[in-house]
């Protein structure tokens, strides 16, 4: 493995010190069309 490990705390702490922590944004959803409604057979062996 090439170069060293970070520990994920010190890097928060540094990141804080330099105020670089931003809130991270949750991502809007997709609002979805509603589909339209199934086709009801009036006869039997209809598809």
């Known amino acids: 493995?090439?170069?060293?490990k970070w520990n994920h705390?010190?890097?928060?702490?540094?990141?804080?010190?330099l105020e670089l922590?931003?809130?991270i944004?949750?991502?809007?959803?997709?609002?979805?069309e509603k589909p339209e409604p199934l086709a009801v057979?009036?006869?039997p062996n209809e598809v």
Do not use: T
């Open 1 to 4: 493995m090439k170069g060293c």
């Open 9 to 17: 705390n010190r890097v928060y702490r540094i990141y804080r010190e």
């Open 25 to 32: 944004k949750p991502r809007k959803r997709l609002q979805r």
């Open 41 to 43: 057979p009036e006869a």
């Open 21 to 23: 922590n931003m809130r």
